[in-house]
């Protein structure tokens, strides 16, 4: 069975800070999915990641595959308020049918 | 931007009554999804639907659950016996490609309540 596990699962920081939230498997994935969410609203796609090793920078966020394409992380720098929200890492199941596979989330709490 | 649109937003049932969720996904979209969202749980797969018929399903989609798409635009979730265990967000989602670096897109979701 294929799982992805967040860590931390809640965080609170103060504006201005730095923090990374991991998301890691036991599992090999063709891909990796870093998604957001706001209360009473369905997941909003950030970014992709697809090749081990790859870095992508979205803004102040940035996200990295791991070499072996089991885990990921989700660096943001300079934290603001608007950055408060639920962040969910997802990967596509093996049986090419779209099935998504979600970690449990981090609640990221920025307090100005 | 075109997007993912839920009906209802809320939908309060009682237990053991049937249930449909109505979604309309992107017009271009071939692929279909719904997740559900339990409380405080992580966001679950339920099914994939392509070509008018489901490609995988998870043990949570068992007999009391189908899916539909109707008449080409809506993509229908119905829960025939609805249980108290069955309260949940519940979001659909498309796609154009089935490849793995394609996103999904999600819609608002429906807050079902069973009491």
């Known amino acids: 069975t294929q799982l992805l596990e967040q860590s931390p699962q809640f965080l609170s920081i103060q504006e201005g800070e730095n923090l990374t939230v991991y998301c890691n498997s036991s599992s090999v994935f063709s891909s990796l999915q870093w998604y957001r969410q706001e209360p009473g609203e369905g997941p909003v796609l950030l970014v992709t990641v697809v090749t081990g090793g790859e870095v992508k920078k979205l803004k102040r966020l940035t996200f990295q595959f791991g070499d072996a394409r089991k885990d990921s992380s989700l660096h943001i720098t300079a934290a603001q308020p608007g950055d408060t929200g639920l962040y969910l890492c997802a990967g596509h199941g093996s049986g090419n049918t779209g099935k998504l596979i979600f970690g449990q989330g981090t609640t990221l709490q920025v307090k100005p | 931007e075109p997007e993912v649109t839920q009906t209802p937003s809320h939908q309060v049932t009682q237990m053991g009554q049937e249930v449909i969720l109505r979604c309309v996904p992107i017009?271009?979209?071939?692929?279909f999804y719904w997740y559900r969202q339990i409380l405080g749980q992580k966001v679950e797969f339920l099914v994939s639907?392509?070509?008018?018929?489901?490609?995988?399903k998870s043990e949570i989609f068992d007999d009391q659950f189908s899916v539909e798409r109707p008449d080409g635009s809506n993509f229908t979730l119905k829960i025939r016996s609805t249980k108290l265990e069955d309260s949940a967000m519940y979001f659909c989602?498309?796609?154009?490609?089935?490849?793995?670096?394609?996103?999904?897109?999600f819609g608002d979701g429906t807050r079902l309540s069973i009491l």
């Open positions: 989602a498309s796609s154009d490609q089935l490849m793995s670096n394609q996103p999904q897109h």
């Open positions: 017009s271009n979209h071939l692929y």
């Open positions: 639907f392509y070509n008018n018929e489901i490609s995988e």
